[in-house]
């Protein structure tokens, strides 16, 4: 099944959803993953927990407008320690690059392979809470959730793996964000700098001048997580 994928600059920046399951799981998913994903939930079950799915595939539309609602103040800009940012006090650069820290640039994110999901214990998310992804909850109420995918995720035969693990500058640390290690392998070789700056330029994307001045660095801190691709 991985041999035969043909992946098309569409698929690679979000812009289409033709391997894209809607039906087995919350959230939509790489048709190629759905036996893993099984896999996973089957065994964070064996061990107590009701591993839910929030966010899976999500398509360059779906980014391009939470990036726009964040760059004109429509949807709140946080900072590292999660403070509210005021974007009227910010230069576009700095607003750029705290966009990036929790939001990627349309075209660039791993949300558009489909071979990405952000996971949480259900089971241990109250009936009035709602769910916020944040570090917090992971070391309050997911914390036993997270420690156990610690150690499933280091298993040799795990399907799958943790892009945002370490905070280095770039993304920050997302424990809650696991990647396909196969599937997104493809999708991460394939993506490049020129596909990124083109569909970029064709957009109606805010911020894209500064986004084009600084593609380069975007490129290499906020995009290319797996060093060893
Ligand atoms: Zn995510």
């Not at 061990?47 to 709140?76: H, P, V």
Request: proline share 3%.
């Amino acid at each position: 099944m991985v041999r035969a994928l043909e992946i098309s600059i569409a698929h690679i920046l979000g812009a289409d959803s033709s391997y894209i399951d809607c039906q087995s799981f919350e959230v939509p998913v790489h048709r190629s993953i759905i036996e893993d994903v099984s896999s996973l939930k089957s065994a964070a079950e064996r061990a107590g927990f009701e591993l839910g799915l929030a966010s899976g595939y999500r398509s360059y539309e779906r980014q391009l407008s939470i990036w726009n609602a964040k760059a004109t103040g429509r949807r709140n800009l946080h900072g590292d320690s999660g403070e509210l940012l005021d974007i009227n006090q910010m230069s576009p650069e700095q607003v750029l690059f705290a966009i990036l820290r929790w939001s990627a640039l349309p075209g660039a994110s791993r949300h558009h392979w489909g071979t990405d999901f952000d996971v949480y214990d259900a089971s241990a998310l109250g009936a009035e809470q709602s769910l916020q992804l944040t570090i917090e909850e992971c070391e309050g109420p997911f914390k036993a959730f997270y420690d156990w995918l610690d150690d499933y995720l280091a298993l040799p035969s795990c399907a799958f793996f943790r892009p945002y693990c370490l905070d280095s500058g770039g993304v920050a640390r997302e424990p809650w964000h696991l990647s396909h290690k196969k599937i997104a392998a493809f999708y991460e070789k394939k993506l490049n700098l020129d596909m990124l700056k083109e569909s970029l330029q064709d957009s109606s994307c805010e911020l894209k001048e500064v986004a084009l001045r600084n593609l380069e660095k975007i490129f290499k801190n906020y995009v290319l997580v797996s060093k060893d691709l």
